[in-house]
C-alpha cells in the first residue's frame, strides 16, 4: 500500500508532471533495471502509481510527494 | 566454480542453467530444478539453439526477472515505466510498462525464419494491446503479435507497414502460451500458435520482408504506444519453429509453468 492506496488500485492513479519534470526523469532509473518512462495522459506529462511507490533512487524521491489525481485506464 | 555450482553439482545442473540461476542469485530449490528441466528439454528437443533470447522470469523481482536464459551476458531485459514483479511473473501496468530486450528486429532477427514467444497469465478484456513488437513509426516495418485486440482477435504480424501481412482470427481468451512463428513468405507461412494450437496463418504470400530498425520489446509496441496489461510467465525470440518444435514446446513450457504452481 502506498499513500492508503492498495497494489491493485495503482491504475486507478497517476501523478501529474511539468514538462521539465518529465524529461528530468526519462530514462532515469527509479529501481533496480527499472526505468522512469514519463507519458502524456489526458493531455498531461504524468508517471504511474508502481514507478513512485517502487521507486528506490534517493535522487527522485521527491516523486513520492507528487500530487496523484484519478486515472481511467482505456481499455 | 562458483558457489552456486558448488552448491548444485550434487543436483548435476545444466552449465547454461547454473550460469542463469547464480547471476539471478536464485536458490529456491523448486526453481533451480524447473529452470534445469527446461534447458535440459529445450537442448533435447533442439528448441535452445532457436532461441537468441529466453526469458523464464523467476525470482519474483526485476533484476532476477531480466536475464537471458539463452544467454546472460547479452539481451537482458531492462524495465520502464510501471511494473509488478512477484514469483507468477511480470505485470506491465498497461498504461506506461514495457521491457526493451535490446534485440534489434532488423539485426537480429532472421527474415521469414522468426518466431516471438510470450506465456501469459492474464484474460484481458479486448483492446488494442501488444504483448511483444517492434516497430519505428506508423508507415515503418512491424513485427509483433497481439491475444485479443480491440476486435477480438488474435494476430501475429509481419508487415511492411503499408501492407497488411497478418495471420489473425478471433480469439476471447488472452491467458496461455502465445508464438507468433514464421518459417516462410510463402501462404502459411507466418502463423498465431496458442497452447500449441494453430489459431490463424496467414492467406497471401507475405511480399515485402522487412524488419523494423528498433528493438523488440515485451508489453508495447514503442515506449510510447500499445501498453500490454498480461502478466509474462516465459518469453523467447529466436528463429522459427517446425510443427515438432510447437508441439514439444508448448509440452516443455505447461511443464515448466506446472512445476512453478503457475500455469493457467
Known amino acids: ?75 | 566454480m562458483n558457489y552456486f555450482s558448488i552448491i548444485n553439482s550434487m543436483n548435476k545442473l545444466d552449465g547454461s542453467a547454473d550460469a542463469f540461476l547464480s547471476i539471478a542469485s536464485i536458490t529456491d530449490q523448486i526453481i533451480v530444478q524447473a529452470v534445469n528441466n527446461l534447458v535440459k528439454d529445450l537442448k533435447t528437443t533442439g528448441i535452445w539453439s532457436k532461441c537468441i533470447a529466453i526469458y523464464p522470469f523467476v525470482g519474483g523481482n526485476a533484476t532476477s526477472h531480466r536475464y537471458n536464459l539463452a544467454d546472460t551476458s547479452q539481451y537482458n531485459l531492462t524495465f520502464n515505466g510501471g511494473w509488478t514483479h512477484n514469483s507468477t511473473g511480470a505485470l506491465p501496468n498497461g498504461t506506461n510498462g514495457f521491457a526493451n530486450t535490446a534485440i534489434n528486429a532488423n539485426a537480429r532477427l532472421t527474415q521469414s525464419n522468426t518466431h516471438l514467444a510470450f506465456y501469459s497469465r492474464t484474460a484481458a478484456a479486448a483492446a488494442d494491446r501488444v504483448s511483444m513488437g517492434a516497430i519505428v513509426g506508423s508507415s515503418s516495418p512491424m513485427v509483433g503479435i497481439q491475444f485479443r485486440n480491440a476486435a477480438g482477435n488474435a494476430v501475429a504480424q509481419n508487415a511492411s507497414g503499408t501492407a497488411n501481412q497478418t495471420a489473425v482470427t478471433v480469439n476471447s481468451d488472452s491467458s496461455g502460451f502465445f508464438i507468433g512463428n514464421k518459417t516462410s513468405s510463402a501462404i502459411v507461412g507466418l502463423s498465431m500458435i496458442r497452447n500449441g494450437v494453430t489459431l490463424a496463418s496467414n492467406v497471401a504470400a507475405i511480399t515485402t520482408n522487412n524488419f523494423p530498425n528498433a528493438n523488440v520489446l515485451i508489453g508495447a509496441y514503442t515506449s510510447t504506444t500499445f501498453f500490454d496489461n498480461k502478466q509474462v510467465a516465459y518469453a523467447s525470440i529466436g528463429t522459427g519453429f517446425t510443427a515438432q518444435n510447437i508441439s514439444d514446446y508448448q509440452t516443455i513450457v505447461t511443464n515448466f509453468q506446472i512445476a512453478l504452481s503457475r500455469n493457467v
Open chain 1, 1 to 75: 500500500m502506498f499513500r492508503g492506496i492498495l497494489p491493485e488500485e495503482y491504475s486507478q492513479y497517476i501523478a501529474v508532471l511539468t514538462e521539465a519534470q518529465a524529461i528530468e526523469l526519462t530514462g532515469q532509473e527509479y529501481a533496480e533495471f527499472s526505468y522512469f518512462n514519463p507519458i502524456i495522459l489526458n493531455g498531461e506529462w504524468a508517471i504511474t502509481m508502481e514507478e513512485i511507490a517502487n521507486c528506490t533512487n534517493e535522487q527522485f524521491m521527491w516523486v513520492k510527494e507528487l500530487p496523484l489525481i484519478p486515472y481511467i485506464p482505456a481499455e
